[in-house]
């Protein structure tokens, strides 16, 4: 039966390469069609581990076949250890940039490097240029140039020093080693010319394809595992036998051997050599430890029928974990086998390692995986790195240039060997287990119907970016969500509409044809569109080449002339196919469209439906599914059900959720409230959102509370990323009178980034202020004043929120009856070299432009040296727990505005300018103390004018920023005798920091990334 089919797709092959032919002819006129060339490499490389320095020491010779049309001058070498050889690297810059200190603050002695590097190239030395940018790569220079059809045979010694494994993927943990990107390596020289790069994390690689034979020299007592086949060793092979664990004995030992950390054994002093070959492959990595266990098992793939011996190394720790780990290898290599085409090598293996390079690491015939303590994620995993074995092991495509074509491919097949194995398990349950479901009330939603839930995240926010970009240009969040689980959805789109098993078919045919080379996107678009016998822009320019978005919209149904009509709308910018599903109670009735533009009444097979759907099987990367159901009939057919749920959610299209949660609020004048808050800030961002937040004051027993809508609008190409609209209000009680109302009109402009990896951001924030209340005065008649006040304010933010030396400045101005003023501030961190810790510097500067000077009668709106007490904040921007109190504890909280001087003085009051340094520097050890010191000059109306005031002190700073205690220590002589004056105790002058406008949860959600 599969020689019949092999029959088959030796057809479809046959004639598909003769369309490709054809095709790149008529494209490509008058270029004659360059034929497909790939250079050819045979590494022999002995290499010996010396565990105590952590080091190796090894030579190594490339034979390096020339099958290009070109006859080469150079070759260019990655020399990845390197990367980890100091902080100017592109590893430990993309680290940084991602959010990592790790590397940046690492010790010397953690670090890795390369050296002794002697480049021969057939016996006589040649010279090595480095890379002007990175030491990681450069190129060799040819004496003689390499001619078409010829070969040499480059050769060099050298030694790594192997960096610590908390940083990536080549490293060691005490005497665990993970032996991975650890020789001088050619890059790839193709049609497109030389493919030099530096090694990242968030990156990865393109190899050229040959043989490996690699001679592993370490202390007897290691386990190596290693790429490739074992040569005949039998004292080698002996150990092995004693190392490995019967599968039936396993759960009897467990826990008591493998239960708990037992110590590392010593190096024994006599040394073996043990020599691993393989082929068809175009990198190796070997890892040792000298306590793994092993499990030996072995899978019949589906369509040869041949053996394939698998092994798992494991640590004690992960023991519970690992005993299934065999028949995960095997699960993956036969239905990857079966879905692509069988696994082309002996042995495929998987080891549980030290790892900071994500979950697992692939590479030939061997992965790496890290430590999950699940033994579904752990299955998950294990599918995936083995299934590298064809997208990239097999598939060598340009993983660094084209990450889509390995991770986003594999991601598919793993999503779907997921499935097979786990059919009620969603995208909540990887991310959330046990409790996510619950939490988000999803358990009730079909398995299928959340598998696009991370790239509508991300799109719905405007963050979303095309696959048609490079690794590192991508940010940590959209590596993830786009690379991986976008491009699965997409394969997951066309495997639908074309039908799983024709999509099948023309996965094999791409295995077939591309096995063992490096095949390009417009290669892979080529064989689809062949196969598929017609062009498919909306595939690969739309989908797969930018971040025009697919969303169907379902906009009602008609009976006429005896058929059946569906309305839909394309309401986004890829006209892809669409499918249209009707419902009658469970039974379901689903037809493909092709796709188009604008509004189509598109006809469908005639029945009596409850309701109609676009997209229900969520196989359509669909960008807002809210719109993509109708009922046809009753009420809130296209809403849904309005429903209230707790917490919050994803909007799904049968449901309208309102989501509740309870809300609980004090100050001293409204005492303790009680209420909630009803929301529709869910999971993903919809155009428009509210919060109403009613609470019931105990004290005055009215009503008080807050409520917000915002509007945000999506503009694509624009210079604004977000837009965000809002009208907010409030209303608490004050301390004589009994309310006051605030009202907030404004908008957000959120400038569109330089591009998406970057931490640096601006915004522009435009909003006129409405507030009615009672001005501050020591007394119950104020009760009977009732001041309205309107402000109008601008504010540009620009911060570059880095994860090593963060910074901000903000520019500011305000305008109200009385004054208009000026103001920037700008936050500065020097980070020390130890996570969280760091000398933070602030510098303010403040002028009024004009000023009625009547600040007695109208709003306080003076500068000030001292950061701003309850009463002082005329916008009402800050919440305080005694707004009013000029006495007692809640009179001593504080915001850190305007001079920011911890210590509460009433000098440096101005209409005039003012200008103030802060300082705050963190101290060693794990008690949350730092110091602070401000400086700080101004003018006033009073011509009490004074150069120089300063107080320095102690900060308690239980959560940086937002929750901090200041002890002043010192104050200067002026300030002082103002304090004197008022017979204010040490313990009055001691201020905080509690800033509860930070642990809003809406607040928190929507600036969320991870
Ligand atoms: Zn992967």
């Known amino acids: 039966m599969f020689q019949m089919r092999n029959c088959v797709i030796c057809l479809i092959a046959f004639f598909s390469n003769f369309a490709i032919a054809q095709t790149d002819q008529i494209r490509n006129p008058s270029k004659p069609k360059q034929a497909y060339f790939q250079q050819e490499v045979h590494y022999t490389i002995n290499v010996a581990l010396d565990d105590i320095n952590h080091m190796l020491q090894a030579d190594e010779s490339?034979?390096?076949?020339?099958?290009?049309?070109?006859?080469?001058?150079?070759?260019?070498?990655?020399l990845w250890p390197n990367g980890y050889k100091n902080t100017e690297t592109a590893f430990a810059k993309q680290e940084l940039l991602n959010g990592s200190t790790k590397f940046q603050f690492a010790n010397e002695n953690e670090r890795g490097f390369i050296d002794s590097i002697n480049f021969q190239v057939d016996g006589v030395s040649v010279s090595f240029i480095e890379d002007k940018n990175n030491i990681d790569f450069g190129k060799i220079i040819l004496k003689k140039p390499l001619a078409p059809g010829a070969e040499i045979t480059i050769s060099t010694p050298f030694r790594v020093k192997i960096p610590s494994s908390k940083f990536?993927?080549?490293?060691?943990?005490?005497?665990?080693?993970?032996?991975?990107?650890?020789?001088?390596?050619?890059?790839?020289?193709?049609?497109?010319?030389?493919?030099?790069?530096?090694?990242?994390?968030?990156?990865?690689?393109?190899?050229?394809?040959?043989?490996?034979?690699?001679?592993?020299t370490t202390p007897e007592n290691y386990v190596i595992a290693a790429s490739g086949d074992m040569e005949a060793n039998p004292d080698e092979q002996k150990r092995i036998d004693e190392n490995c664990v019967k599968t039936d004995s396993l759960k009897k030992e467990a826990p008591l051997k493998f239960g708990f950390n037992l110590p590392t054994p010593a190096s024994s002093s006599t040394l073996k050599t043990v020599t691993?070959?393989?082929?068809?492959?175009?990198?190796?990595?070997?890892?040792?430890?000298?306590?793994?266990?092993?499990?030996?098992?072995?899978?019949?793939?589906?369509?040869?029928?041949?053996?394939?011996?698998?092994?798992c190394y494991f640590a004690d720790k992960d023991a519970n974990d690992w005993f299934a780990a065999p028949q995960y290898v095997n699960d993956a290599v036969f239905n990857y086998s079966k879905w692509l085409g069988d696994y082309p090598y002996k042995v495929c293996k998987a080891v549980d390692g030290a790892l900071s390079a994500g979950a697992g690491m692939e590479y030939p015939t061997i992965t790496i995986i890290a430590s999950q303590g699940d033994p579904i994620a752990l299955d998950e995993v294990i599918a995936h790195e083995v299934g590298h074995n064809w997208f990239y092991g097999i598939l060598g495509s340009n993983e660094r240039d084209y990450p889509w074509m390995d991770e986003g491919s594999n991601s598919y097949y793993e999503e779907r060997y997921m499935h097979l194995k786990y059919p009620n398990r969603n995208e909540i349950d990887a991310m959330v287990p046990r409790v996510g479901n619950t939490?988000?009330?999803t358990s009730d939603f079909a398995p299928n119907a959340l598998r696009n839930l991370f790239?509508?995240?991300?799109?719905?926010?405007?963050?979303d970016q095309s696959l048609a970009l490079n690794s590192d240009q991508y940010s940590s969040m959209n590596y993830g969500a786009i690379v991986y689980k976008k491009t699965s959805n997409i394969y997951n789109y066309l495997a639908e509409f074309m039908g799983q098993d024709a999509f099948d078919e023309m996965m094999h045919l791409y295995y077939e044809n591309w096995k063992f080379k490096h095949p390009q996107p417009e290669d892979f678009r080529l064989l689809v569109e062949n196969f598929n016998g017609k062009s498919m822009p909306w595939l690969f320019d739309g989908l797969l080449g930018s971040i025009n978005r697919v969303d169907y919209k379902i906009c009602g149904f008609s009976k006429n002339n005896s058929k059946n009509y569906v309305s839909v709308r394309n309401a986004g910018q890829i006209n892809g196919p669409v499918s249209v599903s009707g419902f009658k109670g469970d039974s379901v009735l689903t037809k493909w469209y092709d796709g188009f533009e604008g509004k189509k009444q598109l006809i469908f097979p005639l029945g009596d439906f409850d309701r109609y759907s676009v997209n229900a099987t969520g196989a359509i990367p669909d960008f807002n599914p809210k719109n993509d159901e109708m009922h046809t009939s009753g009420i809130l057919r296209k809403t849904g059900k309005i429903k209230l749920q707790v917490g919050t959610g994803i909007d799904y299209p049968r449901v309208t959720p309102i989501y509740v949660l309870p809300a609980i609020g004090y100050n001293m004048y409204n005492g303790l409230m009680l209420g909630g808050v009803l929301h529709n800030v869910g999971i993903l961002r919809k155009h428009f959102e509210y919060q109403i937040m009613p609470l019931y004051s105990f004290n005055n027993k009215e009503l008080a509370g807050a409520t917000q809508f915002d509007y945000f609008i999506r503009p694509v190409n624009s210079c604004f990323r977000n837009v965000t609209l809002t009208a907010s209000a409030e209303r608490f009680a004050l301390r004589y009178s009994p309310n006051y109302n605030r009202i907030v009109l404004g908008g957000t402009f959120d400038f569109e980034k330089r591009n998406e990896s970057t931490k640096k951001s601006s915004s522009l924030n435009i909003r006129h202020i409405f507030i009615q209340s009672t001005p501050y005065l020591t007394s119950p008649?104020?009760?009977?004043?009732?001041?309205?006040?309107?402000?109008?304010?601008?504010?540009?933010?620009?911060?570059?929120?880095?994860?090593?030396?963060?910074?901000?400045?903000?520019?500011?101005?305000?305008?109200?009856?009385t004054f208009a003023k000026v103001s920037a501030t700008w936050n500065y961190r020097i980070s020390y070299k130890q996570r969280n810790k760091g000398l933070d510097i602030r510098f303010f500067a403040g002028t009024f432009l004009w000023t009625s000077n009547d600040y007695n009668n109208g709003p306080d709106v003076r500068f000030r040296l001292s950061g701003q007490t309850g009463y002082q904040d005329y916008l009402f921007s800050d919440i305080y727990i005694g707004r009013q109190e000029n006495s007692g504890l809640w009179s001593q909280q504080m915001t850190n505005t305007d001079g920011g001087f911890k210590v509460f003085s009433y000098r440096g009051q101005t209409t005039k300018y003012l200008a103030t340094l802060n300082f705050k520097t963190s101290l060693p050890g794990r008690l949350p103390l730092k110091l602070y010191a401000d400086l700080g000059t101004y003018e006033n109306e009073e011509k009490d004018r004074e150069i120089f005031n300063y107080n320095a002190g102690l900060i308690v700073s239980f959560i940086p920023d937002n929750f901090e205690v200041y002890i002043p220590l010192v104050v200067s002589k002026q300030i002082q005798s103002t304090l004197n004056l008022n017979t204010i105790s040490f313990s009055e002058r001691i201020r905080f920091v509690l800033n509860i406008n930070a642990f809003n949860p809406a607040r928190i959600f929507r600036t969320l990334d991870f």
């Open 276 to 311: 691993y070959t393989l082929s068809d492959v175009h990198d190796f990595a070997w890892f040792a430890d000298k306590k793994y266990h092993i499990l030996k098992s072995s899978v019949v793939l589906p369509k040869s029928g041949r053996t394939v011996e698998t092994y």
């Open 62 to 78: 490339i034979r390096y076949i020339n099958h290009s049309p070109d006859t080469l001058t150079e070759i260019w070498f990655h």
């Open 439 to 441: 939490l988000l009330h």
């Open 455 to 463: 790239y509508q995240f991300v799109a719905r926010r405007n963050e």
């Open 168 to 216: 990536s993927r080549l490293g060691h943990s005490g005497q665990q080693y993970q032996l991975c990107q650890w020789y001088p390596k050619p890059a790839v020289y193709d049609a497109k010319g030389w493919h030099a790069f530096p090694y990242l994390n968030q990156g990865e690689f393109y190899s050229e394809f040959g043989t490996f034979k690699v001679s592993i």
């Open 781 to 817: 008649e104020a009760e009977s004043i009732t001041q309205e006040n309107n402000y109008n304010q601008i504010t540009f933010n620009h911060k570059n929120s880095r994860a090593s030396n963060p910074y901000s400045i903000k520019v500011d101005a305000q305008q109200g009856s």
